[in-house]
């Protein structure tokens, strides 16, 4: 069976300094990985897609970054935190399908915290 | 623009009625419907998902779907205090390498 591991799963940083949050899928090839943030009260935005090693999509422009280094290895980075990054993080999975049936399956999140 | 609109809520029901959350979304050719629970502090679960006109069941879980009218619902029958959480509504809108588009969420509250 397919698993999807997220870490950590809380994060408290200081503005200005740096981030990576990783997260591997188990039990699949060639998985579609995606990146997204969730703020207080608010939707699913989502930040990164990729459907293969080194294929990154960018959906909103800031000052983070998504690197997927291996195939079931799907990195977000910042240089520089912002208060406004503070949230909830959440990678998820979906299989590649040409009809587009299959859903994401998320990870546990990491809930990250700018001071 | 894509677009999916959920009631924000808190949708109140009283334990053993009929909860009756609702989606309506704006790419009339989306092609993939889905369903996700997500509790306080959690990461969403995927409940339901949809593809056809009709009904599609699963124990207490039901969704609807109406391409024609752009609009996709999920029944939870006998809710229980366990399903309050925040239910959002997903759309693919054309398959392939697309990405779902999500809904806010409704909160749905089921007091004892």
């Known amino acids: 069976s397919q698993t999807i591991h997220q870490w950590p799963a809380t994060l408290v940083q200081p503005v200005g300094s740096p981030l990576s949050l990783e997260c591997t899928v188990e039990?699949?090839?060639?998985?579609?990985l995606y990146w997204y943030r969730q703020a207080a009260g608010r939707g699913l935005q989502l930040l990164f897609y990729s459907v293969g090693i080194g294929q990154i999509s960018s959906e909103v422009p800031q000052n983070l970054s998504a690197s997927r280094p291996q195939d079931r290895q799907f990195i977000l980075s910042s240089k520089k935190l912002l208060l406004s990054d503070s949230g909830f993080y959440l990678c998820a999975w979906s299989r590649y399908d040409r009809q587009g049936a299959s859903g994401y399956t998320f990870g546990s999140g990491t809930r990250l915290t700018v001071v | 623009q894509k677009e999916v609109e959920q009631n924000s809520g808190p949708l109140s029901v009283p334990e053993g009625a009929i909860a009756s959350l609702n989606c309506t979304y704006s790419d009339r050719v989306s092609q993939s419907f889905f369903w996700y629970r997500q509790y306080s502090g959690k990461s969403p679960e995927l409940i339901m998902s949809?593809?056809?006109?009709g009904d599609k069941e699963d124990g207490r879980f039901t969704a609807q779907l109406n391409k024609a009218s752009q609009y996709v619902s999920l029944l939870i029958r006998d809710s229980q205090p366990s399903d309050s959480a925040t239910y959002l509504c997903?759309?693919?809108?054309?398959?392939?390498?697309?990405?779902?588009?999500f809904g806010k969420g409704t909160m749905l509250l089921v007091s004892p």
């Open positions: 997903a759309v693919n809108p054309t398959g392939g390498y697309s990405t779902l588009t």
């Open positions: 949809i593809y056809s006109n």
């Open positions: 039990g699949t090839s060639n998985p579609n």
